[in-house]
T-cell receptor, first 113, second 116 residues
Framework: DQQVKQNSPSLSVQEGRISILNCDYT??????FLWYKKYPAEGPTFLIS?????DKNEDGRFTVFLNKSAKHLSLHIVPSQPGDSAVYFC????????????FGKGMKLTVNP | NAGVTQTPKFQVLKTGQSMTLQCAQD?????MYWYRQDPGMGLRLIYY???????DKGEVPNGYNVSRLNKREFSLRLESAAPSQTSVYFC???????????????FGQGTRLTVV
């Protein structure tokens, strides 16, 4: 049973436009959410996180939104740049982030110049 | 800063052979983890170690063993490799300890293993 779902395997956007990556979760115990970015032949790198006590967290061009009632979060990248082309993983954890991370299957973002 | 270092980067094994994947971190993190990544499957947790001297099974532990040698090192052993273990393996570490993985985890570069 997949607890963290990234239902779209890929997304293609034009440089300068907004990229919106979506993630849904089923486990109501999850209260800490993270996004990771992965380039080919490299390990994932942490991008941004959000606690369930917030509904928005912003870091430069990256903003994560959390809708607890819908068990849904999204990552917005504005403006998108070609260097943002990568696979993005959504992850979730329970007990304030002290429990093990559960990852989604990932989404491949392509930003076209 | 080396961060999390995995060796080897690539390995080809024959079915039934054994090998150990090595992982070391220099960030003084308590928690360390092994994941595997397969196409369309995301990152799945094999084993994790919340602190030195403790290990726990993750989502897909069958066919693997681990050793938390000290605070820095966490190895993953395949006793009898099978083609189903062909995957990319990632080691990670986190400063959150005492019960699991959470917060920001730092990953190694990965080991691409092929079992033929």
């Amino acid at each position: 049973d997949q607890q963290v779902k990234q239902n779209s395997p890929s997304l293609s956007v034009q440089e300068g436009r907004i990229s919106i990556l979506n993630c849904d979760y089923t486990n109501s115990m999850f209260d800490y959410f993270l996004w990771y970015k992965k380039y080919p032949a490299e390990g994932p790198t942490f991008l941004i996180s959000i606690s369930s006590i917030k509904d928005k967290n912003e870091d430069g061009r990256f903003t994560v939104f959390l809708n607890k009632s819908a068990k849904h979060l999204s990552l917005h990248i504005v403006p998108s740049q070609p260097g943002d082309s990568a696979v993005y993983f959504c992850a979730a954890s329970a007990r304030g982030g002290s429990e093990k991370l559960v990852f989604g299957k990932g989404m491949k973002l392509t930003v076209n110049p | 800063n080396a961060g999390v270092t995995q060796t080897p980067k690539f390995q080809v094994l024959k079915t039934g052979q054994s090998m150990t994947l090595q992982c070391a971190q220099d960030m003084n993190h308590n928690s360390m983890y092994w994941y595997r990544q397969d196409p369309g499957m995301g990152l799945r947790l094999i084993y994790y170690s919340a602190s030195e001297g403790t290990t726990d099974k993750g989502e897909v532990p069958n066919g693997y063993n681990v050793s938390r040698l000290n605070k820095r090192e966490f190895s993953l052993r395949l006793e009898s490799a099978a083609p189903s273990q062909t995957s990319v393996y990632f080691c990670a570490s986190s400063e959150v300890g005492g019960g699991g993985l959470g917060g920001e985890a730092f990953f190694g570069q990965g080991t691409r293993l092929t079992v033929v």
